[in-house]
């Protein structure tokens, strides 16, 4: 299968599954399905619950499948980003759980032919979603003007040297030059920044040049808006929202989600007041959870979508 997936905060995303009543039958939302690691967890704990998951990239939908093909009777898998579930979930709703497990999946970032990875060549992807019809980042490096792909850098990687990189890659164009290999990118932000400002980083050069390109290829962000607003149309009294987000900007929104849902629309209440961070020895043994904030919304018993679902009275 590959890259093995360990899911971040999985303990405590159980724990407030419990605490939710999952031990009686119960249907979740796997909104980042991956390989299923969360879904494989909740299946396995509560016999009696049904895991629907989603994700654009067709290849997790096959993976997952297959991981899970025990439970294939409660387990669902279905081919759609969260931000579009709407068009594939309303004849199964109402739904007493959502898990979303935001950014890049360890499949995604093992496999140098995706493009997410600065520590593998490969082509310079990072489509989500490669069938679909989403510029790859080296098109988008290709098209866009040393001024916006600096704003891109800045917005969603807070780049400090994002408008030298981004004259660069236009010099680059204007030499005849093109950046089509992570490898290449890679090169290109080494050569231009000097010893000593890469070793004041702390981390790798180009991480925060490929968390923007793969945030805007993606759009990641909006899409990231758009689930949390469908969310609302498809819970039951009393559902909850559970959302591990790995950087500022996902974790502001969804920290402005759920306290707007509280103060201003008062359909349920924050369940973290503060976001829930991984123990030390969570981060010694997946260095993905050093970044990983959780936060959960319950809404109220008076709450719930309008949708309800079809297809589950057959089952």
């Not at 629907?52 to 081919?79: C, K, P, Q, T």
């Not at 080494?190 to 290829?217: C, E, N, S, W």
Request: proline fraction near 3%; include cysteine; glycine fraction near 8%.
């Amino acid at each position: 299968m590959g890259a093995e997936h360990e899911p971040v905060l999985l303990t405590e995303v159980m724990e407030l599954l419990r605490l939710n009543g999952m031990e009686r039958s119960k249907k979740v939302v796997d909104c980042t399905l991956g390989l299923g690691g969360y879904s494989r967890e909740i299946l396995r704990a509560f016999p009696e619950a049904k895991v629907y998951g989603l994700d654009r990239d067709l290849s997790a939908i096959v993976r997952s499948r297959a991981r899970l093909a025990e439970y294939a009777a409660r387990f669902h898998a279905l081919h759609k980003n969260f931000g579009g579930m709407g068009e594939v979930l309303t004849d199964f709703a109402p739904f007493d759980a959502f898990v979303f497990d935001l950014g890049v999946s360890n499949m995604q970032l093992t496999e140098a032919d995706r493009g997410f990875s600065f520590q593998n060549d490969g082509p310079l992807d990072m489509r989500m979603n490669p069938d679909g019809a989403a510029e790859t980042a080296a098109e988008v490096l290709q098209r866009l003007s040393a001024e916006e792909l600096a704003k891109i850098f800045w917005r969603y990687g807070e780049e400090r040297y994002a408008r030298q990189i981004a004259a660069k890659i236009e010099e680059t164009r204007k030499k005849g030059g093109s950046l089509k290999t992570t490898g290449e990118l890679v090169t290109l932000i080494r050569d231009l920044l000097p010893a000593p400002v890469q070793r004041k980083m702390g981390t790798h050069p180009a991480r925060r040049v490929f968390q923007a390109l793969r945030i805007y290829v993606n759009e990641e962000l909006e899409e990231l808006e758009a689930g949390l607003a469908s969310v609302k149309r498809f819970v039951s009294p009393g559902a909850i929202v559970i959302v591990v987000s790995y950087h500022s900007l996902e974790d502001r929104i969804v920290k402005h989600t759920f306290r707007t849902w509280e103060t201003e629309e008062k359909i349920g209440i924050v369940l973290t007041k503060h976001p829930v961070l991984a123990e030390p020895r969570e981060i010694e043994k997946n260095f993905k959870a050093r970044s990983a904030k959780l936060r959960s919304f319950r809404f109220s018993a008076k709450s719930g979508g309008k949708t309800r679902g079809k297809r589950d009275k057959a089952k």
